[in-house]
Every structure is written in structure tokens, then in C-alpha cells.
């Protein structure tokens, strides 16, 4: 009877077990697959001219494969989103975790939360018909499909992240800090900017880290505002970001196009590996205090 | 220096102060003593109004500090609670250097000046009589501190904003023994400058530093006299039943 039980006990844990190598095996498998494939291109083309060539023609009669536009891009979009959405993110999660009233801040966390759950599609596509009317109409340029236009539409997909992940960190600082502030005779706003968010800086920095990586690693959303041309990045012009030019040529690529493509997606993978690294440092951080 | 006047406190409905009246008098030192639960932290909460900050809390009565009542609609809180400090039950400094945890209230009151705030940082750190165990560690962060140090920072933050009466949760409830007779010692040499309210558990802590005491329970004063009578000879039975302790 004993054995049967410790049998079942024994099955259990080695399901338990299966499962998770699944997992684990999904991510070596990738890893692996990407580099193995990512690496034939970057040995052909060498790995500067890779990286810093500033031109990429991949199906000209003399191709070029330089993906200095797509990095440049993926890095100013990504600081431009940061720039415009942790702002308004960190101000809204100070709002709702310190000074709401309980109804707003319920209302508010669904509408966050709803956010969060559109998909990139139809922010790419709201982001098409009136971002991008609206920027040619505004700026008088030529054409309102952009960087700026793919940074206005990431900065409003990284807001859900930054306010989440800011709002745990500043509910996670002791009532004690604030009582003393508001005990010597500080106002409640001078206490939440000078006592709540630096004792949540290490959250706050892991809200804005987990930012920068959704904002890296979109694609169909700003593939529909950006205009899609390998320009090297300017606010009014056309651009492409790394993820969009895998995206894009994938469908009609062969040989060495096709094999730049998965080099394309190695060098993503190892810009999210290092995020990642990141913000597992802030999380610990903000844990140990 | 403060006096209170049929004060009653509800929390939501649930009445937790009953028609408390008392005049507690400057440069001296005066104990709340009950069981837990007796509404002597509610009403030391009062007098600085931190209760404030507890939605439902309906509050009747009036207190009078220096004359005017900290109630009355035009009376600034912040103000008020720069002059009535407070040291809380747990030490709660800030997560920043001992340097700034003093500074913090002076720099929220408009001081910047480097010297001004050197000046004062030493000064307060000296009345709590702690400078010599921090003075060559000012920069680094207070939780580096024991308990006992703590505490005694988090009064030298509220002497730093220079106020006339300090409030005091029971300060020694998470404290050994020896910190807490640096506390004790130090409670009494404050009072030659500032009016202490203390809330505390230990009886023998109130009659070793307090001038007066007021017994409290179930939300209401039972007495309130110089602590010598309180604990010599009380007047009320149920004085008598928790000081001999039948209860609490």
C-alpha cells in the first residue's frame, strides 16, 4: 500500500519534472537554433560590416547587408518611448498607489489593465489611421508614417508595464517611512517624492527596465505606424527597427537574404538576453531591501 | 501647555475615546498607561493628528495647544506636527544615511544651507545623545544601526525640527533592556527643554521617568494625577487592579 502511494508520489514528480524541462528545452532549443543559424551570414558579410554598414539593400543586384539603420532605430525608438511613456507611467502609478481614493484607483487598474491587453495589432492599426494622418497634418511632412509615429504608439503599449510594476513597488514601502515624514511636519506630496519613490527606486527602475523590452521587442505594432524603409533613423522619416525587418522580408527571402534575416534575429535575441539581465539585477535589488 | 477638553474619537462607529479631559503641563514628562487596546496610542495619535490619515475617523471635542484648537479649520498640520514630533513604536528611519534622516525635516521646512544643516544635524544627534556612536559614520545608510540606535536617531530627526512637544508610542516596546534605560535616560534629560508624552507598557518605565500619569481603559480616562499618588495610592479600584496587576 505504502509503495503504491510513494509510486503515485514518484510519477507525479517526474511529470512535474517533464514539464518544466519542456519549457527549459523550448528556450536552449531557441537559443541554440538562432545562433547556429545566425552565425553563417555574420562570417560571409563579417561581422562589422554587419553590424555598423549603413546601408541595407538585400535584393539589389549588388546586395548589402548593413544593419546599422535597424539597431540605430530599435535604440532611439525604444529611448523615445522611454522618454515620453516613463513620465507619464511613473505619475500615474505615484496617483493611483498614494493619493487616489480607493473608487478611482479600481477604475483606473482595469483601465490599465485593459490597456495591456490590446493587442498590438490594433494599437499598429489606431496608430495608422489617426496617428499618422495626424503627424503629416501636424508637422507638414510628406508622410506621417515615421519613427516619431512608432514612438508615440510604443510609448502608450510600455505605459501598462511601468504602472503595474511602479504601483508594487511604491505599495511595498513600509507605512512606517511615510508616517515619519508626515510626522515631522511634511505635506503628503513632499513625502511620496522624497520618501515613497526613493525607497521604491530599485522597482521603479525594474518597471522602466521591463519597459525597454516590450518596447524592444515589438514588431507588428510599429511594422504598421514606421513606414518600413531601411532609412538610417530620423523623427519625420520612414524606418525600419530590427524586429520589422525580420518580420517584413521573411515571407520572400532565400540564401544569403534569408540567413541575414536569422542574424538579424540573433543580435535582437542577445539586445532582450542583455534587458533581461538588467532587470533581473533591479528585481533582486528592490527584493533584498 | 496642552489642554483637552471632552475629546471623543470614533472610528467609523465604533467609539474609541470617551469625553476625555486633561491638562498636561510643559517641560515634564507624562505617562499613558493601559491595557492594550485602551485607546492611549488613539489619543496620543490625537494630539499631532495622525489619526488623520485613518479614513472613518470622526473626532468631538476640542485640544487646546498654546490656546488654539488643533482642530479649528484654519489650523495648519503641517505646521502642527512640526511642533508636536513624534517617535513611533518600531524605529522607522529613513533608508538613507544618518546625515540625511536628520536633515530630512529641516530641508522639508526650506533650510539648504550646508552649514545650517552641518549645524544642526550635530546639534540634534548631541540632544539625543547619540553623536559620538555615529558622528564618524554620518553617510552611512541608518539601518546600519542597532535597534536602540535607531530609535535614538528617530528622536534626534524629531528634535531637528525644533518643536516644543514630543510624543512617544511606547519607544522602548521593541528594544533590550540596556537601550531601552538609554531611552529612559534620555527622555529625562530632554525635558528640560520639551514636554514629553509617553505611551508605554511598563509600569515600572512610568515610574521611573514620568512627572504625571493618566490610567486609561475601554476608551475612557480613569485617573490621571502626579505619578507618585497614581502609583501609590490610586483612587479608582480599576487604577488599583492594573497597577498591582490583577489585569492587563
Avoid at chain 1, 522619416?237 to 542574424?263: C, D, H, K, N, P
Avoid at chain 2, 503641517?78 to 536633515?103: V, W
Avoid at chain 2, 507598557?201 to 499618588?229: C, P, W
Wanted: hydrophobic fraction near 50%; glycine fraction near 8%; include cysteine.
Amino acid at each position: 500500500m505504502k509503495n503504491r502511494k510513494q509510486l503515485a508520489e514518484n510519477a507525479v514528480h517526474g511529470v512535474f519534472l517533464l514539464l518544466g524541462l519542456i519549457t527549459v528545452g523550448c528556450v536552449l532549443l531557441i537559443t541554440v537554433y538562432l545562433i547556429i543559424s545566425g552565425i553563417p551570414a555574420i562570417r560571409q558579410i563579417g561581422l562589422f560590416n554587419f553590424l555598423f554598414g549603413r546601408e541595407w539593400a538585400s535584393t539589389a543586384a549588388e546586395p548589402a547587408f548593413g544593419i546599422l539603420p535597424f539597431i540605430l532605430t530599435s535604440i532611439y525608438g525604444t529611448v523615445g518611448a522611454i522618454i515620453l511613456g516613463v513620465p507619464v507611467g511613473f505619475m500615474t502609478a505615484v496617483y493611483l498607489a498614494k493619493v487616489a481614493p480607493p473608487r478611482v484607483k479600481a477604475a483606473a487598474a482595469h483601465a490599465v489593465s485593459l490597456l495591456a491587453g490590446i493587442p498590438s495589432v490594433v494599437c499598429g492599426l489606431i496608430g495608422m489611421r489617426v496617428l499618422v494622418p495626424g503627424i503629416r497634418a501636424l508637422f507638414n511632412v510628406p508622410d506621417g508614417a515615421s519613427l516619431l509615429a512608432a514612438i508615440i504608439v510604443l510609448a502608450v503599449m510600455i505605459l501598462p508595464s511601468i504602472i503595474n510594476v511602479s504601483i508594487t513597488a511604491l505599495e511595498a514601502v513600509p507605512k512606517e517611512y511615510e508616517e515619519a515624514s508626515l510626522a515631522l511636519g511634511a505635506t503628503p506630496v513632499e513625502t511620496y517624492f522624497r520618501v515613497s519613490v526613493p525607497a521604491a527606486k530599485s522597482g521603479i527602475a525594474a518597471a522602466v527596465v521591463l519597459g525597454v523590452g516590450r518596447a524592444v521587442g515589438e514588431a507588428m505594432a510599429v511594422m504598421m505606424v514606421a513606414g518600413n524603409a531601411a532609412n538610417m533613423p530620423s523623427l519625420f522619416e520612414s524606418v525600419r527597427f530590427l524586429t520589422t525587418a525580420v518580420a517584413s522580408e521573411m515571407s520572400y527571402s532565400g540564401g544569403l537574404q534569408r540567413q541575414a534575416l536569422f542574424s538579424i534575429a540573433l543580435v535582437l535575441f542577445l539586445f532582450i538576453m542583455l534587458i533581461n539581465a538588467v532587470l533581473n539585477f533591479f528585481l533582486k535589488r528592490s527584493k533584498e531591501k | 501647555m496642552i489642554t483637552v477638553n471632552d475629546l471623543c474619537l470614533w472610528y467609523g462607529s465604533a467609539q474609541a475615546l470617551h469625553h476625555i479631559n486633561m491638562a498636561i503641563p510643559e517641560k515634564s514628562i507624562t505617562a499613558l498607561i493601559g491595557p492594550s487596546g485602551c485607546g492611549k496610542s488613539t489619543f496620543l495619535k490625537t494630539l499631532n493628528r495622525m489619526n488623520d490619515l485613518i479614513p472613518g475617523v470622526k473626532i468631538s471635542g476640542e485640544v487646546l495647544y498654546n490656546g488654539e484648537n488643533i482642530f479649528a479649520p484654519g489650523v495648519d498640520v503641517n505646521m502642527l506636527r512640526k511642533e508636536i514630533g513624534m517617535a513611533f513604536q518600531k524605529p522607522n528611519p529613513f533608508p538613507m544615511s544618518i546625515y540625511d534622516n536628520i536633515a530630512y525635516g529641516p530641508r522639508t521646512h526650506g533650510i539648504t544651507s550646508r552649514i545650517q544643516l552641518d549645524d544642526i544635524v550635530e546639534r540634534s544627534l548631541r540632544g539625543a545623545a547619540i553623536w559620538d556612536e555615529v558622528k564618524d559614520r554620518l553617510k552611512k545608510n541608518a539601518h546600519g544601526l542597532s535597534g536602540g540606535q535607531q530609535q535614538r536617531l528617530c528622536i534626534a530627526r524629531a528634535l531637528a525640527v525644533e518643536p516644543d512637544v514630543i510624543l512617544m508610542d511606547e519607544p522602548t516596546s521593541a528594544l533590550d533592556p540596556i537601550s531601552t534605560s538609554k531611552i529612559e535616560e534620555l527622555a529625562i534629560s530632554l525635558k528640560e527643554k520639551y514636554t514629553i508624552i509617553i505611551v508605554t507598557h511598563n509600569m515600572q518605565q512610568a515610574v521611573r521617568i514620568s512627572d504625571k500619569t493618566a490610567f486609561f481603559l475601554l476608551g475612557e480616562m480613569i485617573e490621571y494625577d502626579d505619578t507618585e499618588k497614581i502609583f501609590a495610592m490610586p483612587r479608582d479600584k480599576r487604577t488599583e487592579d492594573y497597577i498591582t496587576g490583577r489585569f492587563g
